[in-house]
């Protein structure tokens, strides 16, 4: 009769893989751990440690130079009441809406219409993913000219149909309006890429059986199409949200020429200010790495909601 283990032995003698054994299968495969330590060193040296000292930071007032002031949470309470953070925020959200919903629908109709195209599929990809990797710096520089008051492309065609200009750059609207517009010519593409990747899991199957139950191709696309893209839907709308919070070249280059009190004052009324050029004004314009470190901090949080809201929007989907 088998008997039972004695119960006075350590779990290692009872399953019979001594801790002694484990550690020398960790020593055994040191050239492994070698071969993929210079990522987690990279990691450490350039994500871990300047988080920490960021927080650290957060707690004192330090202008670069002199010694560091203890000032433990009146930066973050400050933040809290600090209305030209608040505004940045709200700039960053209207210039987010009115660049990602457009950019989406945008995206889905043009991966629709590359994965219904039957010659030059390459390069039309290759010509749509364009703008992503093109220079941000020279895209502004260009949008800059497009959007000028005396002589744009926009007013141009305003003027065209019989309308009045627009003082792109110098009116709060038109600069989130141009700010927007920037971003979504240059991420169309790149999610139109995603999308068309989407729409290529979908077996064909499906849509002959539509078509044989007499759906047109508009009902195909809401009622076939649409439920099966929407795990791609969601992640790119995720992946949208987190770049659009982090937007930071496309007003600083777009608006320098027009901002007369700072690089990072996000032009006339500081309309086109948002959270990230905020932050770079605080540190790098008035010194104020302390501070700069707390609005740090606060832009995290606030992605991090973000993140967490659409998280939950995926995560109730796959539970239904």
Same mark, same amino acid.
């Given at each position: ?149 005396? &002589? /744009?492309?926009?007013? $141009? ?5 019989? %309308?009045?200009? +627009? ?5 709060? =609207? ?114 104020? &790495? /302390?501070?700069?470190? $707390? ?5 995290? %949080?606030?992605? +991090? ?5 659409? =998280? ?9």
């Amino acid at each position: 009769m088998a008997t039972a283990p004695a119960l006075d032995k350590p779990p290692s003698a009872v399953t019979g893989t001594p801790a002694v054994h484990r550690r020398k299968g960790v020593v055994s495969h040191w050239r492994l751990y070698a071969a993929i330590s210079p990522f987690y060193l990279l990691f450490l040296c350039f994500g871990l440690i300047p988080v920490g000292f960021s927080l650290y930071l957060s707690l004192h007032r330090w202008d670069g130079l002199g010694p560091m002031e203890w000032a433990g949470l009146a930066q973050f309470r400050y933040l809290l009441t600090d209305t030209d953070f608040w505004s940045s925020i709200g700039n960053t959200l209207i210039i987010w809406a009115l660049a990602t919903f457009p950019m989406i629908l945008l995206a889905m109709v043009t991966a629709v219409m590359l994965n219904s195209a039957v010659r030059f599929k390459n390069v039309y990809r290759f010509a749509y993913f364009l703008p992503n990797v093109t220079s941000i710096v020279a895209v502004a520089i260009v949008f800059g000219s497009v959007f000028s008051t005396n &002589f /744009g492309l926009m007013n $141009a065609l305003l003027q065209a149909v019989g %309308l009045d200009q +627009v003082a792109w750059l110098n009116t709060p =609207w038109g600069i989130k309006v141009a700010i927007a517009t920037l971003m979504t010519w240059q991420w169309t593409g790149y999610n139109a890429i995603i999308f068309l990747a989407g729409l290529q899991t979908i077996p064909s199957d499906l849509y002959e059986a539509a078509r044989i139950d007499g759906a047109g191709p508009v009902q195909t696309f809401f009622r076939v199409t649409l439920p099966l893209l929407r795990p791609t839907l969601l992640f790119v709308l995720v992946v949208s949200t987190v770049t659009g919070l982090q937007s930071f070249a496309e007003p600083q280059v777009l608006l320098q020429t027009t901002a007369n009190e700072s690089t990072f004052s996000g032009g006339p009324d500081h309309a086109g200010r948002t959270m990230v050029l905020y932050f770079f004004q605080q540190t790098f314009d008035n010194n104020d &790495f /302390g501070y700069g470190a $707390a609005v740090a901090w606060g832009i995290f %949080l606030v992605v +991090v909601l973000f993140s967490i809201i659409n =998280w939950r929007l995926v995560r109730r989907r796959g539970e239904d």
